[in-house]
C-alpha cells in the first residue's frame, strides 16, 4: 500500500510540475509574440537574440533536464494532428506518463509479487502510443474513403464556373468530419495570408497520406503548368475509384487466410481456456513452475510471431 500511495503521489506531482512548467512557457511565447505584433519590443533571450527567420524547436523539459528531445517532440506533434487531438507534446507526454503511473498502481494491487508490477510503468507508457497510431489509421482510412467524394464536388464546381477555393468552400457543408475539419483548416489558411499552394502542402502534411499526396501534387503541377483541372480530378478520382475495387477484390480473396490466422492464433487459448475450466491442476504447473513459464513464454512468442507472418503475407499493398 506504501508502494501505491508513493507512485500515486509522484505521478501526480510530476504531471503538475509539467503542466505548470509548460503553460508558463507557453504564456512567455504568447507575451513575447503578442509584442511584436503590437510593435512593442519583444522580451530578449539572455541566452541571445536568435536569427531572422529561425525558431527555435520545442522541447519537454523539467528543471533543466530535457527529458523529450526535439525531434521527437516535434514526430508527436505531427502524430497528434494527424490523429485530430487537439492537444499539444507536452501534454501527450504527461498523458503517457499518468496512464504509466495509474496502471503501475493498479499491477501493485493485482501482482503477487510486487516487484513485476515496476514492469507495468513501460507497458503504460507505450500503450498510449498504439492508441494513437490506431487512431492515426483509422482517420487516415476515413479521409481516403471520403477523397473521391471531394473529388467529384470539385470537379463538379470547376465545371459550373467555381474556382479552386470557392469549390473547396461549397463543398465543406455536404462533406463529413474528418475531412470538412481538413478542408476548412486549409481555407482558414488561405484567409490568415497563405498562397493556396503552400495552404495545400500543409494539408499534404498534416494527412500524410499517399492518396491525399497525388491529388495535391496533381492540382499544383496544373497551377504550374496549366490545363483542365476537372478533368484531371476526374481521372484522379476514376484511379482512386479502381484501386478501392481492387483492394475490396484482394480482400475478398484473402479473408480465408486472415481467418486461418485468427483460428490459429486463438485455438492455444481457447484450448487453455478449456483445461483451466475443465482440470486446472493439469495446466496451472504452466504457470507455477519455472520450467512450465519458460514453455509458457516461448509458445506465446512463437504464437504472436505466426499470428504476424501470416497477416504480413496477406497484407498486400495496392
Request: aromatic share 6%; net charge positive.
Amino acid at each position: 500500500m506504501l508502494l501505491l500511495v508513493v507512485l500515486c503521489t509522484f505521478g501526480f506531482a510530476f504531471t503538475m510540475t509539467l503542466w505548470v512548467a509548460g503553460s508558463t512557457a507557453a504564456n512567455g511565447e504568447t507575451t513575447a509574440r503578442l509584442g511584436r505584433l503590437s510593435g512593442g519590443e519583444a522580451p530578449r533571450n539572455d541566452k541571445g537574440p536568435a536569427g531572422p527567420g529561425l525558431r527555435r524547436r520545442a522541447t519537454i523539459s523539467l528543471a533543466g533536464i530535457n527529458l523529450v528531445s526535439s525531434n521527437l517532440a516535434a514526430t508527436w506533434g505531427v502524430d497528434l494532428e494527424r490523429g485530430g487531438l487537439t492537444i499539444n507534446a507536452r501534454e501527450y507526454f504527461m498523458m503517457r506518463v499518468a496512464i504509466a503511473a495509474v496502471l503501475t498502481a493498479v499491477a501493485y494491487l493485482f501482482s503477487p509479487i510486487p516487484v513485476l508490477a515496476l514492469l507495468a510503468a513501460p507497458i503504460g507508457f507505450f500503450i498510449v502510443g498504439v492508441w494513437l497510431k490506431r487512431r492515426i489509421n483509422t482517420r487516415l482510412h476515413k479521409l481516403e474513403a471520403q477523397l473521391i467524394e471531394l473529388l467529384q464536388m470539385l470537379s463538379s464546381g470547376l465545371r459550373a464556373g467555381f474556382g479552386l477555393l470557392q469549390a473547396l468552400e461549397s463543398s465543406i457543408e455536404q462533406l463529413p468530419s474528418p475531412l470538412a475539419v481538413e478542408i476548412r483548416r486549409t481555407l482558414r489558411d488561405t484567409a490568415m495570408g497563405a498562397s493556396i499552394d503552400q495552404a495545400l502542402l500543409s494539408l499534404n502534411e498534416r494527412v500524410g497520406s499517399p492518396d491525399f499526396d497525388i491529388v495535391i501534387t496533381a492540382i499544383l503541377i496544373q497551377r504550374t503548368v496549366g490545363g483542365n483541372l476537372a478533368e484531371i480530378l476526374d481521372n484522379v478520382a476514376h484511379t482512386m475509384r479502381e484501386r478501392e475495387r481492387i483492394r475490396g477484390e484482394i480482400r475478398a480473396l484473402t479473408s480465408q487466410q486472415r481467418m486461418t490466422g485468427y483460428v490459429i492464433g486463438g485455438i492455444p487459448v481457447g484450448l487453455a481456456l478449456i483445461f483451466l475450466v475443465i482440470s486446472p491442476g493439469f495446466i496451472t504447473p504452466l504457470f507455477t513452475e519455472k520450467l512450465g513459464r519458460i514453455m509458457l513464454g516461448c509458445g506465446v512468442a512463437m504464437e504472436t510471431m505466426g499470428f504476424l507472418v501470416i497477416r504480413k503475407i496477406v497484407n498486400i499493398e495496392v
